[in-house]
């Protein structure tokens, strides 16, 4: 199962790859808004809307009206997994990474770039919120 993910990781950077240079003809040009990674790390989309940071700590993608961030997020991503349902759910795998108990990791939950004040499964997004999960230490 490992190498089955590692293998669909492999083919759909490539993928994204040449996603990403046919976007710049639609696109105003001008960069406003766009979140730029952090010095000596990428970003790539896998083409189902979530944009994960080459390390796998940091994924994104935008809010859709109606849903929870939990419900959007488990629909985007078949290899996430949460402990608990609804309000009471706790994230505990991303794109396939679990956070590591032994080393007090978790998945933290931000919208707009501040840290959510309420859990995914009670978040019900809107169009254009940004949605960013990255794994944290406590």
């Known amino acids: 199962m490992k190498t089955r993910a590692l293998l669909t990781r492999a083919l759909a950077l490539p993928t994204a790859g040449v996603l990403a240079l046919g ?3 639609g696109c105003s040009g001008d960069g406003a808004g766009i979140d730029e990674p952090a010095p000596g ?8 809307g979530l944009t994960t940071s080459a390390d796998g700590t ?3 993608y935008q809010g859709v009206a109606g849903k929870t961030a939990l419900e959007w997020l488990l629909a985007l ?5 949460a402990d608990g349902e609804g309000a009471n759910a706790f994230v505990t795998t991303i794109g396939g990474r ?3 108990q032994s080393k007090n990791e978790f998945w933290a939950f931000y919208v707009n770039g501040e840290q959510a004040q309420v859990g995914a499964g009670s978040y019900v997004m809107k169009d254009g919120d940004e949605i ?3 794994l944290e230490t406590y």
């Open 41 to 48: 790390q990428t970003s790539a989309s896998d083409g189902t």
């Open 132 to 134: 960013t999960w990255k």
């Open 23 to 25: 976007l710049p003809a």
């Open 98 to 100: 679990a956070s590591d």
């Open 77 to 81: 991503d078949p290899q996430a997994f």
């Open 58 to 60: 940091e994924v994104s």
